[in-house]
């Protein structure tokens, strides 16, 4: 069984890269946008949309918004990742239904990174 650590930074990042720590923060509106993307398969065609589904779109999605580009794939498989836990938790009763975030509660992003061959959840929170 492999086993998850999360690790969490808080950055003290100089003035030139507080601008470039806001972008990236604001282009993991990319959860907002998966929730849609679920809420309306399923509304209108009844259609259930997993983490996978999602995850396999991640190079055309790159394809067509360009501004994504400069983001790595697993950054954006783990806001994927937050959206199919929000619905996992709703379905066993452990949460409500999941909501959009505006930037300001979703403060930070995660990344999987490999320390010493095992998987590491890496948090950066953003103030």
């Keep these: 069984m492999i086993t998850t650590r999360r690790i969490t930074y808080k950055l003290n990042p100089k003035r ?13 509106a990319v959860y907002n946008a998966a929730l849609s993307h679920r809420k309306t398969q399923y509304k209108r065609f009844g259609v259930s949309i997993s983490y996978f589904d999602q995850q396999n779109s991640l190079p055309s999605f790159k394809e067509e918004l360009w501004e994504y580009k400069q983001l790595g794939f697993h950054t954006l498989q783990a806001s994927f990742k937050r959206v199919d836990f929000a619905f996992q938790w709703f379905f066993k009763g452990l949460a409500k239904y999941p909501k959009f975030k505006t930037k300001r509660k979703y403060r930070g992003w995660t990344y999987p990174d490999m320390l010493d061959g095992k998987p590491t959840q890496k948090g950066i929170m953003a103030t």
């Design 16 to 28: 030139s890269a507080v601008q470039t720590l806001h972008w990236a923060r604001k282009m993991h």
